[in-house]
């Protein structure tokens, strides 16, 4: 997700994909301090079964295809332990409480994502407009997804049922197109020693979430990676002409080192975790570019990666057609299953969490889509419609339907949270209309 910047803010396809359990990547280096705190217990009034897909029926009303149990329907929670702490409550439509898993399980979500950051601590004091929002030490805020932090969610995830997936943004911090800072602790790391930090960190986090029982079923290297990661010595491109990146060669590398690290850990899973390498789409027309160039890299260097995925956000990115576009191109290019990893919509143009809203009225105005629960409904549908139509559409994540605005889960430390108009659930925490657009959107076979 491209934060606002006043927020600091072989061929392998989706039928023989097999998305085995995997390990979550853990350094021992990553503070677990950042992210004490014991997780929220589920309460006892969880709602019912998880419902499934509605599919197509006969004259009699009788169904006649069964839905496509392998088709992703997942939500990135990072910043679920942060809300709780701050008071966050979660209901159901018709008002019964339950913890926001339950709810969502329910509501048909069958898998999670997590980010994960190396050590979210600040490494000096941050400060805007002339005075400091959050000082050295502390917890960068943000869902402060350091180690502890994912391994506790990926506990509930795994208690839940849900498959998961693993983003691993290799930073203290954000990171998308066009920030991609190396952790602190690496910051005089460079070439080959980089690489080699790189692959045993991937190895250590896996054998981490290996040995509590919650490996995930498919991991990102990497998190909107259009430019590379681990700036400077993985970036891609220039700002200015005498800025000093490591370029391609060194961007591959780096992927590869990370590959490495999880093909390292597949024998204590006993098979093969799925690889995805995300980018994110653009709002400049040229997305579909942008993509052929760096896939197109991928596979001139033939890395050992899996999947496809893409962030599409309506109000930033390039319109619907594009994105359906893009999906067709892919999908008949590279031959690999695709997933839309990020996306959202506002369900309101106000904003509760205070500060610059990301999903604002000029947003709504550039997607196309209402700001309301209904427009935010039809928004998802046509993403998982858009993805199931393709041959390799593998699925769709929303991003962090769970944000509310509650103290102390901003954007960092110090912030108001900038995404709560785009939950899933309404501001008091019950939930949308739209929770069930993704479900009832999902393919039969």
Known sequence: MILPRPLPRPGVTRRNLV?????????????????????????????????????????????????RKDFILGVD????????????????????????????????????????????VNAHDVIEDGRIVSRHGEPVGGGDNGLAVTLRLARRLKAQGMKWLLDIHYSDHWTDPGKQAKPAAWTRLHGAALAQEVERYTSEVLK???????????????????GGMLWPDGKTWRQTPDEQVGGDAAFIALLRAGIRGVRATDALRGGRLPVMLHLAHQGDGKSAETFRRVYDGFEAAKLDYDVIGLSWYPYHHDPYDALRDNLRLLSDRYRKPLVVVETAYGH?????????????????????????????????????????????????????PAWLAVPGAGWRTGDGNGWANQTLFDDRGRALPSLTAMRDAAPCR
């Open 19 to 67: 998305l085995s359990g995997a390990a979550l990547c853990a350094a021992g280096s990553a503070v677990a301090s950042a992210s004490a705190g014991a997780p929220a217990a589920e309460p006892a009034s969880a709602p019912a079964a998880p419902s499934v897909p509605r599919c197509d029926a006969d004259a009699d009303g009788a169904i006649k295809t069964s839905h």
């Open 77 to 120: 929670i990072s910043t679920l332990e942060t809300v709780e702490r701050g008071g966050g409550k979660f209901s159901t439509a018709d008002g019964r409480p339950g913890s926001a898993l339950q709810i969502l399980r329910a509501a048909g979500m069958n898998w999670g994502r997590l980010r994960l950051w190396h050590t979210p």
């Open 208 to 226: 981490a979430l290996h040995d509590q029982g919650t490996d995930p079923d498919m991991i990102q290297v990497g998190n909107e990676i259009n």
């Open 348 to 400: 309101q143009l106000d904003n509760p969490g205070g500060g610059g809203a990301v999903f604002n009225e000029e947003g709504a105005r550039r997607s196309g889509y209402p700001a309301t629960p209904e427009g935010q409904a039809r928004m998802l549908r046509d993403v998982v419609r858009a993805v199931a139509a393709v041959p390799q559409g593998l699925g769709v994540f929303y991003w962090e």
